[in-house]
């Protein structure tokens, strides 16, 4: 996880992603290029010290890994990176 928290609408396209909460199921390194743009990182696997992760703590991007409740796009929601918790706005 990196702390922090990130409000946005989720995708799940890396090419939506700016200013969005992005939603995927591993952190692929090809993702840091995103990464400054985003709202948070929200991914179904991966570890906290892999490199994306790693990478979105420098850039002050909440992540939280491991999660595996559905997220739909368009949802808006608010990402604690700290809690390890994602709430879906009304």
């Known amino acids: 996880m990196s702390p922090g928290r ?3 609408r989720i995708t799940h396209d890396a090419r939506r992603a700016s200013g969005a909460v992005l939603v995927v199921s591993a952190l692929d390194p090809t ?4 990464l ?3 709202a948070a990182l929200v991914s179904e696997t991966g570890s ?3 490199h994306l992760a790693i990478l979105a703590r420098e ?3 909440p992540v939280i890994v491991g999660y595996r409740d559905a997220l ?3 949802d808006v929601v608010i990402v604690d990176g700290s809690a390890g918790t994602v709430e879906v706005s009304a």
Do not use: E, T, W
């Not at 993702?31 to 995103?34: E, I, P, S, T």
């Open 6 to 8: 990130g409000q946005g």
């Open 31 to 34: 993702l840091a290029a995103v």
């Open 36 to 38: 400054p743009d985003v």
């Open 48 to 50: 906290p010290l892999s």
């Open 59 to 61: 850039y002050r991007v």
């Open 72 to 74: 739909n796009d368009d």
